[in-house]
């Protein structure tokens, strides 16, 4: 642990981040959207059976889109990374860093494929009564389309840990073969994912990287008052029997629920968001129940937008579970945009600092801090 950092920090991290950026129209048809990241990350032990510790990455990010007309579209996203952060050295259930770093770009989902994260085609329908129909077909990104949310859905420009990225209850699956159908009428929309994946690495074999369906739905729907928006989410979602049980005997499944929403109090100024999942604890799992919540606060200075936020989350163990009995989390941000060049190129400064907290039954509870410096430049 380097103290002397610490010390200039004073308790509070230091992130570099983008805000959004258009994408770099190459022709009329042809956009590419890049992210480049470094992150350092410190972790400082206040109580539990682990170290201090320093890691940091590099990742780049590309979104290459093909838009032939209208209504078709064609897109591959690929990632890069050198170094896992403190992904290897973390000693809590959940990550302080959300981002695909290099393990999880190498063989993604025992699949042997390293570095493409998406190849899909997407069509859209007009239909009748002023409403739309899209499908997408390929490999795709569940998150893109069950549990999204304004305020807390993306650990390059807010939250860091994964826990305010996406709901952890919902086991999402990234990157894998999958049909999304999205429908749209007014402030109504509903969406359907069904993806194929592997199961995680496993001593017994019956449970060692099998093939597994994962099947989500989610309604929707928007809603404008003088406060402004406010996205009203809930979903639920479901596999079929791949997974062990607490005695590792028999096969269960994943399923559970989950509402989002996020709500503007001051219209573009104060914004909150809310997250609750619930999870059937047939199978073995780490959480059957969270909720966490936050704010999001814009302040203009010399023409400059700041961003502040603020979470806190609750996960509780299904008392089958002998070592887990719940994890506390708490994060804040403080982000100021250093570069902006007609939306498409952006870079921002941003202050974090997370703790967490997870509670054992027996073991010595786990306490700590996060901090780390994150540079991003985006176009």
């Known amino acids: 642990?380097?103290?002397?950092?610490?010390?200039?920090?004073?308790?509070?991290?230091?992130?570099?981040?983008?805000?959004?950026?258009?994408?770099?129209?190459?022709?009329?048809?042809?956009?590419?959207?890049?992210?480049?990241?470094?992150?350092?990350?410190?972790?400082?032990?206040?109580?539990?059976?682990?170290?201090?510790?320093?890691?940091?990455?590099?990742?780049?990010?590309?979104?290459?889109?093909?838009?032939?007309?209208?209504?078709d579209e064609f897109a591959l996203r690929?990632?890069?990374?050198?170094?896992?952060?403190?992904?290897?050295?973390?000693?809590?259930?959940?990550?302080?860093?959300?981002?695909?770093?290099?393990?999880?770009?190498?063989?993604?989902?025992?699949?042997?494929?390293?570095?493409?994260?998406?190849?899909?085609?997407?069509?859209?329908?007009?239909?009748?009564?002023?409403?739309?129909?899209?499908?997408?077909?390929?490999?795709?990104?569940?998150?893109?389309?069950?549990?999204?949310?304004?305020?807390?859905?993306?650990?390059?420009?807010?939250?860091?840990n994964e826990v305010f990225v996406n709901n952890p209850l919902a086991n999402l699956i990234s990157y894998d073969y999958g049909v999304a159908l999205e429908f749209e009428k007014g402030p109504v929309n509903l969406r359907l994912v069904g993806m194929q994946s592997k199961t995680e690495e496993h001593?017994?074999?019956?449970?060692?990287?099998?093939?597994?369906?994962?099947?989500?739905?989610?309604?929707?729907?928007?809603?404008?008052?003088?406060?402004?928006?406010?996205?009203?989410?809930?979903?639920?979602?479901?596999?079929?029997?791949?997974?062990?049980?607490?005695?590792?005997?028999?096969?269960?499944?994943?399923?559970?629920?989950?509402?989002?929403?996020?709500?503007?109090?001051?219209?573009e100024r104060l914004g909150m968001f809310l997250r609750v999942g619930v999870q059937d604890d047939s199978a073995y799992i780490d959480y059957n129940s969270m909720y966490s919540l936050g704010l999001q606060y814009k302040h203009k200075v010399f023409n400059r937008e700041i961003i502040f936020g603020a979470g806190y989350a609750y996960l509780k163990s299904p008392s089958k579970n002998e070592e887990l009995k719940s994890t506390d989390v708490y994060e804040a941000y403080l982000s100021f945009p250093l570069y902006e060049k007609e939306k498409k190129f952006v870079s921002t400064l941003t202050f974090d600092w997370q703790y967490m907290k997870d509670n054992l039954r027996e073991e010595t509870d786990k306490k700590g801090h996060i901090f780390g410096i994150r540079l991003n430049f985006g176009f």
């Open 78 to 160: 690929a990632s890069f990374a050198k170094e896992n952060g403190l992904k290897k050295y973390n000693p809590f259930t959940l990550s302080p860093n959300a981002d695909d770093l290099r393990d999880d770009l190498h063989n993604i989902n025992g699949r042997s494929r390293d570095h493409l994260q998406e190849l899909w085609y997407k069509r859209s329908f007009s239909l009748p009564g002023n409403s739309t129909l899209s499908a997408t077909l390929g490999i795709i990104d569940g998150t893109s389309y069950i549990d999204d949310n304004r305020f807390a859905n993306d650990e390059i420009t807010q939250f860091m």
């Open 203 to 267: 001593e017994n074999p019956r449970f060692h990287r099998k093939n597994y369906n994962y099947y989500a739905i989610q309604l929707g729907y928007k809603l404008e008052t003088p406060l402004g928006e406010g996205n009203y989410r809930i979903y639920g979602f479901t596999t079929n029997k791949k997974f062990p049980d607490w005695k590792e005997e028999d096969k269960e499944a994943l399923k559970g629920w989950g509402i989002s929403v996020d709500q503007d109090l001051i219209k």
């Open 1 to 71: 642990m380097k103290r002397g950092l610490l010390g200039i920090l004073a308790g509070v991290g230091m992130i570099f981040t983008t805000s959004q950026a258009k994408a770099l129209e190459l022709t009329e048809n042809l956009s590419l959207e890049a992210n480049l990241t470094w992150v350092h990350q410190w972790l400082e032990q206040r109580k539990g059976d682990f170290k201090d510790k320093d890691r940091g990455s590099l990742v780049l990010d590309g979104i290459l889109s093909f838009k032939p007309t209208k209504v």
